[in-house]
């Protein structure tokens, strides 16, 4: 092979591994991105939202509790601050959940994307192409 053949094979291997490692980068990254934004989400909103629900429930506790009672107070209030406390959280978490996941897997789908593709495209770009013969090619 000459040197113009190789560096022609060199050049669109590493176009045809550009494009690869983009496609597999940005699948990766959205299949990546949205399993992390799950469970990232799930979590957040559970610590979240016990967080919330216990301040919120001793806040609610004590305002109630003065007006209603100290144990009715504390008891509706420790239930409405759970309760509020969760839904909040649970959003919360799952919007900062999939916001952090797919940021994460699209950073993380497009490094290994590009990384595979270029290595996929060089090994293609590179390899051993059969000799033309005088019936044709030779396998």
Known sequence: ASGHETVLRLVLGLVLGLVL???LGLVLGLVLGLVLG???GLVLGLVLGLVLGLVLGLV???VLGLVLGLVLG???GLVLGLVLGLVLGL???LVL???LGLVLGLVLGLVLGLVLGLALGLVLGL???PAPTARGWDP
């Open 74 to 76: 504390l008891v509706l």
């Open 91 to 93: 959003v919360l978490g």
């Open 127 to 129: 390899a051993p192409r």
């Open 97 to 99: 959940g999939l916001a």
């Open 38 to 40: 799950l469970v990232l």
């Open 21 to 23: 490692g983009l496609v």
């Open 60 to 62: 609610l506790g004590l």
